[in-house]
Nanobody
Framework: QLQLVESGGGLVQPGGSLRLSCAAS????????IGWFRQAPGKEREGISC????????NYADSVKGRFTTVAGNDKGTVYLQMNSLKPEDTAVYYC????????????????????WGQGTQVTVST
């Protein structure tokens, strides 16, 4: 069964950058849509980005547009989330998730569309 493992989280100062990785147990990027989500304490899980199968399209939440970028790795088994200009409100547990789909991201960034999830990685933005 396909498994996803996130890494790259940590503590960073406001204005800093981090790159998260989502490593899959299979070569998934040709067949799966990959999403990034985050959940802060006491808040609902929020969709922040999506990349279509084979890197066909990307989609971003307004809260991260222009600061975060999702890219597919050349190995076809890893997806990255480059996070720049980080703010304290970006503090959350970040998850990657997947579902088998086409090259275009679905409308919206809904957790219910995804059925394979990683365990999450903590990102803390603080002085």
């Amino acid at each position: 069964q396909l498994q996803l493992v996130e890494s790259g989280g940590g503590l960073v100062q406001p204005g800093g950058s981090l790159r998260l990785s989502c490593a899959a147990s299979e070569f998934i990027l040709d067949y799966y849509v990959i999403g990034w989500f985050r959940q802060a304490p006491g808040k609902e899980r929020e969709g922040i980005s999506c990349i279509g199968a084979s890197g066909g399209s990307t989609n971003y939440a307004d809260s991260v547009k222009g600061r975060f970028t999702t890219v597919a790795g050349n190995d076809k088994g890893t997806v990255y989330l480059q996070m720049n200009s980080l703010k304290p409100e970006d503090t959350a547990v970040y998850y990657c998730a997947a579902f088998q789909g086409g090259s275009r991201c679905p409308n919206g960034l809904r957790p219910d569309d995804y059925y394979i999830w990683g365990q999450g990685t903590q990102v803390t933005v603080s002085t």
